[in-house]
């Protein structure tokens, strides 16, 4: 299951969509997520749907694996459609079996509820499977640049989240390894009864923690003697490029926007 | 206890795009009281082969035997505890393992999960700390005050006091200083000579390979290239060098001298002992 | 004789939380295009003493002066531009989430423009032959390798000096000899003065000069030829001699005629073949 899940993971290709500033598509997201609320109508869900089918057709992602990797997401959606069916009782009676009654206004809301919530994931799978993890910190470092004037830290929390990255697989390595040097030691993770293995984390925890403060003490030295003291006076090696297709696809969801507000009811 | 890995095959990862061949059609018996030393460049599949000899990994393909124990890849292991207090592994910086308030109590970790009551273990915390050269003061002591030297000495006593049959060191000496790692190195040989102690050596140093092993297996590219005594190995260092991997420095020696005078001592020397009795003769021959 | 670069004068540091001195009255200097190697057992104060050269701690006592620069909280970040440092642990010193991010982070903290940044970062390393590595992330690389980005990190930066802390002691033999490699190649070509801290012998024994500390004091100073006539009194030291000078000693035991202890093996053969073959 975990293997499948889409969530967060990037899938490099060569697609337009993964070659688009991610500043854009973050503000795509951002918009889009605004705009979602706006529709309330087969025209206007529909208008959404048609521009996060050709985002997708577009990333050159395949189909089956996004479908694949949303199938957790999938048993939410129904579930969320479900709800509604049952306990909206608005409308006119469409469906009727025995107690069990099924009104047209659970069903439009369920449907659009249900689409709504798919969308949003949707398009933010798309933001985070055509952009690696480190272009987003970027992004989203140029994006908040602004509120450097009002003493936000940008700078500091886009370095934590780019080392964060950085050390993920080695914090990974570090923990398998230190798990099998404690099973080596009589230690059960994966069997056993349930308290046993809940302790079994503390012999695991720990070395983990200790390593992980060396690791930071001994990277804060390095950073100093490389010359880092702060993010004043600093260049960029990573470079973003804003590009036509950015703005266009930026200037399609404000034409859709102003659609939905045109067209909802 | 005898261990003998029969065809033995492992893949990370398997039914996944990431699936990658990590040994395949590896065989090597390690009879009760062996001194094996397991050299072969980094990727060669060492550490996999070592994570097979107490069933922290599990073959994908082949049977792993141990002492009474067969694991293979079919059979759901139940109660791999007793193999793993038998087969002991002591890890590349096992300073990292470290993590009780005292050091007394960290040794004790291992015995006391294999079932050993608290006064044994603690009996044996003692006798552990001696046998790897520290004094009993620190047994009170926080793990985390000492030095990294004491650090890797407390590791190994933790891994000793668990009383195995079967020792496997992986690099264990990693990033000491000439001094520690002679100690350490040393201590090890006693042991395996005083109890007869099954020792499997993972290293780089073909120095140790050949002064302590009795008999060394090479890897490469996921498979046991040869396995051979340290004499039989290092008689043919050309092979190993093509291999991309050392040779002992007297072999090396031993090597050029045959290079330059056009002929051959009478045997391959693995000590700097042996080539200085074997030198007059030798020099004699160039004289003639 | 050379230019003196770095003047090291009686030096002394100790460790807040340590009641005994790491390093105790230390005087040597460093001069210009050297291999300087410094040996001593784990705790001998080496590691200390490159910490104190670069600043990232301050001496009780004494001073450093680089390139004619007296250090001192002030001229800390200058001296720091003078010196590149090397760690030992290849991942404990990867800032970046791929190799150019890496080499590039040095040049982003000295505000180097962007045209000059990708110039600098593509010759460092072609210097250290990783320019085939560029988008590589750190996990798919081997110790050795990451070590080379380091080196290209600090090349990038163009110090005048190289200090290597262990910058080999955790990497397998096949990516030490990459590391050193690469050393000797930049110092033959750049002209660089380079500074190792190792307890390495095989590799001290391939500097041009070598300083020996014991309990935070400097025990000797010498060149290696020098340092390894100490013979016994290195391995009382927590230190061992490289193996062609264990091998001259031997024979001169059993009185086959050596002149000196040789440092390479080669020079040892030379010897044995000069004076057996044409008799």
């Keep these: 299951m975990m293997e499948k899940m889409i969530f967060g993971r990037y899938v490099p290709a060569d697609s337009v969509i993964h070659r688009m500033d991610p500043r854009s598509k973050l503000l795509i997201v951002l918009l889009f997520v605004c705009v979602v609320f706006l529709a309330n109508n087969a025209i206007t869900y529909g208008a959404l749907v048609v521009y996060t089918l050709l985002m997708l057709a577009m990333s050159k992602v395949p189909m089956r694996f996004v479908f694949g990797g949303l199938k957790l997401v999938f048993i939410l959606i129904i579930f969320t459609f479900l709800m509604h069916i049952f306990l909206t009782r608005e409308g006119p009676v469409i469906f009727e079996l025995g107690w069990f009654k099924v009104y047209e206004e659970g069903l439009r809301q369920g449907i659009f509820i249900s689409l709504r919530f798919f969308l949003l994931i949707l398009i933010t799978s798309i933001l985070t499977l055509t952009t690696a993890p480190i272009a987003i910190t970027d992004g989203l470092e140029s994006l908040l640049g602004p509120l450097k004037k009002l003493k936000f830290p940008v700078h500091e929390l886009a370095l934590m989240m780019s080392i964060a990255l950085r050390f993920i697989p080695t914090l990974m390595e570090e923990t398998d390894k230190i798990m099998k040097a404690q099973s080596a030691r009589g230690v059960e993770f994966s069997s056993g009864p349930v308290k046993d293995r809940v302790m079994a984390i503390i012999p695991l925890l720990i070395p983990l923690f200790v390593s992980s403060f060396k690791r930071a003490e001994e990277l804060a030295t390095a950073m100093e003697a490389r010359g880092y003291r702060g993010g004043d006076g600093r260049t960029r090696y990573r470079k973003l490029v804003w590009s036509g297709i950015d703005t266009l696809m930026l200037l399609l969801l404000l034409a859709l926007t102003i659609l939905l507000i045109i067209f909802r009811t | 206890m005898d261990i003998s890995l029969k065809n033995v095959e492992y893949r990370y990862q398997v039914n996944t795009p990431f699936e990658r061949l990590a040994i395949q059609d590896v065989s090597i018996d390690i009879p009760s009281g062996t001194f094996l030393a397991l050299i072969g460049h980094t990727g060669s599949g060492k550490s996999t082969v070592l994570q097979h000899l107490n069933a922290l990994l599990k073959p994908t393909a082949g049977e792993v035997v141990i002492g009474e124990r067969t694991?293979?890849?079919?059979?759901?292991?139940?109660?791999?505890?007793?193999?793993?207090?038998?087969?002991?592994?002591?890890?590349?910086?096992?300073?990292?393992?470290?993590?009780?308030?005292?050091?007394?109590?960290?040794?004790?970790?291992?015995?006391?999960?294999?079932?050993?009551?608290?006064?044994?273990?603690?009996?044996?915390?003692?006798?552990?700390?001696?046998?790897?050269?520290?004094?009993?003061?620190?047994?009170?002591?926080?793990?985390?005050?000492?030095?990294?030297?004491?650090?890797?000495?407390?590791a190994i006593a933790g891994v000793l006091a668990m009383q195995p049959n079967v020792i496997v060191l992986d690099e264990p000496t990693a990033g000491l200083d000439p001094r520690g790692r002679k100690e350490i190195m040393d201590m090890f040989y006693q042991l395996h000579k005083e109890r007869n102690l099954s020792t499997i050596l993972v290293t780089h140093s073909m120095e140790d390979?050949?002064?302590?092993?009795?008999?060394?297996?090479?890897?490469?590219?996921?498979?046991?290239?040869?396995?051979?005594?340290?004499?039989?190995?290092?008689?043919?260092?050309?092979?190993?060098?093509?291999?991309?991997?050392?040779?002992?420095?007297?072999?090396?020696f031993q090597q050029k001298l045959e290079k330059t005078f056009g002929h051959k001592f009478a045997k391959t020397c693995l000590t700097i002992e042996e080539i200085s009795q074997e030198m007059p003769r030798f020099l004699k021959r160039g004289e003639a | 004789m050379k230019n003196s670069l770095v003047q090291i004068r009686n030096l002394s540091f100790k460790y807040d939380e340590h009641a005994d001195y790491a390093l105790k009255d230390v005087t040597f200097d460093i001069y210009e295009g050297e291999w300087?190697?410094?040996?001593?057992?784990?705790?001998?104060?080496?590691?200390?003493?490159?910490?104190?050269?670069?600043?990232?701690?301050?001496?009780?006592?004494?001073?450093?002066?680089?390139?004619?620069?007296?250090?001192?909280?002030?001229?800390?970040?200058?001296?720091?531009?003078k010196i590149g440092m090397v760690f030992q642990n290849p991942d404990n010193q990867f800032v970046g989430t791929t190799v150019q991010d890496?080499?590039?982070?040095?040049?982003?903290?000295?505000?180097?423009?962007?045209?000059?940044?990708?110039?600098?970062?593509?010759?460092?390393?072609?210097?250290?032959?990783?320019?085939?590595?560029?988008?590589?992330?750190?996990?798919?690389?081997?110790?050795?390798?990451?070590?080379?980005?380091?080196?290209?990190?600090?090349?990038?930066?163009?110090?005048?000096?190289?200090?290597?802390?262990?910058?080999?002691?955790?990497?397998?033999?096949?990516?030490?000899?990459?590391?050193?490699?690469?050393?000797?190649?930049?110092?033959?070509?750049q002209e660089m003065t380079v500074i190792s801290i190792t307890h390495d012998l095989e590799e001290a024994a391939k500097a041009d000069r070598m300083i020996v500390m014991n309990k935070g004091q400097l025990y000797r100073e010498g060149s290696p030829e020098d340092i390894f006539q100490l013979d016994e009194e290195l391995i009382?030291?927590?230190?061992?001699?490289?193996?062609?000078?264990?091998?001259?000693?031997?024979?001169?035991?059993?009185?086959?005629?050596?002149?000196?202890?040789?440092?390479?093996e080669e020079e040892l053969v030379e010897e044995l073949w000069t004076s057996h073959s044409k008799m």
């Design chain 3, 36 to 81: 300087l190697a410094i040996v001593g057992h784990n705790g001998s104060g080496k590691s200390t003493m490159a910490k104190l050269l670069n600043g990232l701690n301050f001496p009780k006592e004494g001073s450093i002066t680089v390139d004619n620069l007296l250090l001192s909280e002030e001229t800390v970040w200058d001296i720091r531009d």
């Design chain 2, 71 to 154: 694991i293979t890849s079919e059979k759901k292991q139940k109660d791999l505890k007793a193999v793993r207090q038998k087969v002991a592994i002591v890890f590349q910086f096992p300073e990292h393992q470290l993590f009780e308030e005292t050091v007394e109590k960290d040794i004790c970790f291992g015995p006391m999960n294999f079932g050993v009551n608290e006064e044994e273990a603690k009996r044996r915390a003692h006798e552990a700390i001696k046998q790897v050269g520290l004094d009993e003061s620190i047994l009170q002591k926080s793990p985390f005050d000492l030095s990294g030297g004491q650090m890797r000495r407390v």
């Design chain 3, 236 to 264: 009382s030291l927590g230190l061992d001699i490289p193996f062609p000078v264990k091998m001259s000693k031997m024979l001169k035991a059993l009185n086959i005629p050596v002149s000196k202890h040789h440092l390479s």
């Design chain 2, 209 to 252: 390979a050949s002064r302590y092993a009795d008999k060394i297996a090479i890897m490469h590219k996921g498979q046991v290239y040869k396995v051979g005594t340290p004499l039989e190995i290092f008689s043919d260092p050309e092979q190993l060098i093509e291999m991309g991997l050392d040779v002992p420095e007297v072999v090396k």
């Design chain 3, 102 to 189: 890496d080499v590039a982070f040095g040049l982003e903290n000295h505000g180097i423009e962007r045209e000059e940044m990708i110039k600098r970062v593509h010759d460092a390393l072609e210097s250290v032959k990783m320019e085939e590595f560029l988008d590589q992330e750190p996990h798919h690389l081997s110790g050795g390798q990451k070590q080379r980005v380091a080196i290209a990190g600090v090349l990038a930066l163009r110090p005048n000096i190289i200090v290597l802390d262990e910058a080999t002691s955790m990497l397998d033999p096949r990516g030490r000899e990459e590391v050193l490699e690469t050393i000797r190649q930049l110092k033959a070509s």
